[in-house]
C-alpha cells in the first residue's frame, strides 16, 4: 500500500500543506523492472524524506529495499518515476555527482593502506590539501573511537573496527546523503547491538539524512526516526518505530514487526450489549463498546476475520494482562480476574520458556490440546505458575488487540 508523496507526514499521518521541513531526498512514483518486465523489484515507491532524519528500509529478502537504495545512489536506473536531492533530479546522474556516500555490506577497505589512508582517500581523490586531509581523518577517527588505529592496516582490525573505517570514509567528507546496505551484517550479535548504539551518536553528531537498509527489525525499531516496512517492491507502511509496532496498518506488517511475531487467528465477531464477542482458536474475548462503533462502520463480513494478539498483550491470569502478539497474553491467576469476564480463557501449557525477564509459553485453548495448528505463544510475567501439561488461564489486554481483514489483510481498528 504505497503511499503519496503528498501524503507522509514525518509520522507516518498525513502530512499537513504548510508542513515546512526542507525536503532532502524525494521519491516520486519510483518503479524498477528488471528483464522485460517479468520481474518487478519496486513498484510505485513515493515518499518524502527531510533534512537530517534517519530513514530505515525494513521488509524480507526480495522485498526491494535494496533496489530502491541502488536507485537513489545512482547504481540502478529507475524504470519509471523520479529521484530528487535537496530539489534536483538526478536521473541520469552518475553516482559520483550525486553527492551521496554508501556504506555497504562488505567493508570494501583497501588492504594495502592504513587506516589514515583509507579515511583520507575520498578526500586525496578529490585534491584536497594534505594538511586538510589529515586533520579530518584525525577528527574523523576520535570521533569513531578509531584514532589509535590510523597507522594499521584492514587485516590487522577486528570486524567492528573495519566497520568503523568504512564508517570515517564515509562521514570525512559531509555528503547530502548517506546510504547504508545492510553495514552490520557480517558482525557478530554482540557487535551489532554496539555498532546500532555507535550509528546513533554518529547520526546524532554528524545530523545528515541518512537512509539505511536492512532486513533486522531490531536495527529498525533501534535506529529509524522512521521505518518504511516494505513487501513485494511496495511500502506497506511508513511510520515511527513505535507506531509500526503498536499500529500495524495490515497483517504483513504485524506478522513482521515484533519478536515473538503476532499470534494469528482465523475469527468471527458477533454484535452484543456489552460491546464485539470475538471467537477465535477456541476461545471467546469481549471487546470494549469503543470498539463495537467502529465495527458498525465497517460494513464487513464478520465471519471472516483474522484476529491478532501479540504474545506479549497476555497475562497469567492469576497474575494478568488479541493480531496478539505474544506478550499481550498474561497469567490470569496473577491477575485475580473473574473466569467469565470476557478477556480470559483456559489453555493448555506444551512448553515453558524461562527467557529471564520473562516467560513464554506455548499453548493451546481448551478444546483444542491435539491441534498443533492451534498452538500461540504467549509471553507472562516470571511470577507465573504455568507448568507443562497442566491447565492456565490466560488474560488479554483488550486494548491491544487487532481485527484483520481476512481477505485484505488490512487492520480493521487503526
Known amino acids: 500500500m504505497s503511499e503519496s508523496s503528498e501524503d507522509i507526514h514525518v509520522d507516518g499521518t498525513a502530512r499537513e500543506a504548510s508542513d515546512e521541513r526542507d525536503v532532502s531526498l524525494r521519491l516520486d512514483g519510483v518503479k524498477k523492472v528488471f528483464g522485460d518486465g517479468e520481474v518487478v523489484a519496486v513498484n510505485d515507491f513515493s515518499m ?10 525494513v521488509g524480507p529478502s526480495g522485498c526491494g529495499k535494496t533496489t530502491t537504495l541502488r536507485t537513489v ?22 553516482p559520483r555527482e550525486r553527492d551521496i556516500a554508501m556504506v555497504f555490506q562488505s567493508y570494501a577497505l583497501y588492504p594495502h593502506k ?30 569513531l573511537g578509531i584514532g589509535e588505529l590510523l597507522d594499521r592496516r584492514p587485516a590487522d582490525l577486528s570486524g567492528g573496527q573495519q566497520q568503523r573505517v568504512a564508517l570515517g570514509r564515509a562521514v570525512i567528507r559531509s555528503p547530502k546523503l548517506f546510504l547504508f546496505d545492510e553495514p552490520l ?7 551489532r547491538i554496539e ?4 550509528l546513533n551518536k554518529l547520526h546524532d553528531r ?3 539524512t541518512s537512509v539505511y537498509v536492512t532486513h ?3 536495527e529498525a525499531m533501534t535506529l529509524g526516526d522512521r521505518v518504511v516496512v516494505m513487501n513485494d517492491g511496495e511500502i506497506q507502511q511508513v511510520a515511527p518505530p513505535e507506531e509500526v509496532y503498536a499500529r500495524p496498518v495490515n497483517q504483513f506488517v504485524a506478522g513482521f514487526i515484533g519478536e515473538p511475531p503476532m499470534n494469528i487467528f482465523d475469527a468471527s465477531a458477533t454484535m452484543t450489549e456489552d460491546g464485539v464477542r470475538v471467537t477465535a482458536g477456541g476461545f471467546d474475548l469481549t471487546l470494549p463498546p469503543s470498539v463495537a462503533e467502529t465495527v ?3 460494513g464487513r463480513d464478520l465471519d471472516r476475520l483474522e484476529l491478532g494478539i501479540r504474545p506479549e498483550s497476555f497475562e497469567d491470569a492469576a497474575l494478568l494482562e488479541l493480531g496478539i502478539r505474544p506478550e499481550s497474553f498474561e497469567d490470569a491467576a496473577l491477575l485475580d480476574v473473574p473466569p467469565a469476564d470476557g478477556r480470559s480463557f483456559e489453555a493448555r501449557v506444551m512448553v515453558v520458556e524461562p527467557m529471564g525477564a520473562h516467560t513464554d509459553l506455548a499453548v493451546r485453548a481448551t478444546g483444542h490440546e491435539d491441534d498443533e495448528s492451534a498452538e500461540f505463544t504467549a509471553r507472562v510475567s516470571n511470577d507465573t505458575d504455568a507448568v507443562a501439561g497442566e491447565t492456565v488461564r490466560l488474560a488479554v489486554a483488550l486494548d491491544e488487540v487487532h481485527l484483520f481483514d481476512a481477505v485484505s489483510g488490512d487492520n480493521l481498528l487503526v
Not at 48 to 57: A, H, P, Q
Not at 73 to 94: K, M, S
Not at 195 to 198: G, N
Open 195 to 198: 555498532m546500532r548504539t555507535e
Open 206 to 208: 554528524v545530523g545528515k
Open 48 to 57: 518524502e524524506i527531510y533534512e537530517g532524519e534517519f530513514i530505515v528500509l
Open 185 to 191: 551484517s557480517n558482525l557478530d550479535a554482540k557487535l
Open 216 to 218: 533486522d527489525q531490531a
Open 114 to 143: 592504513t587506516v589514515r589512508e583509507n579515511i583520507g582517500f575520498p578526500l586525496e581523490i578529490r585534491k584536497y590539501p594534505a594538511d586538510e586531509v589529515e586533520e579530518r581523518v584525525v577528527e574523523t577517527a576520535e570521533m
Open 296 to 298: 458498525r462502520s465497517w
Open 73 to 94: 545512489a545512482g547504481l540502478e536506473e529507475p524504470t519509471e518515476g523520479r529521484i530528487l536531492i535537496d530539489g534536483e533530479n538526478v536521473a541520469g546522474q552518475d
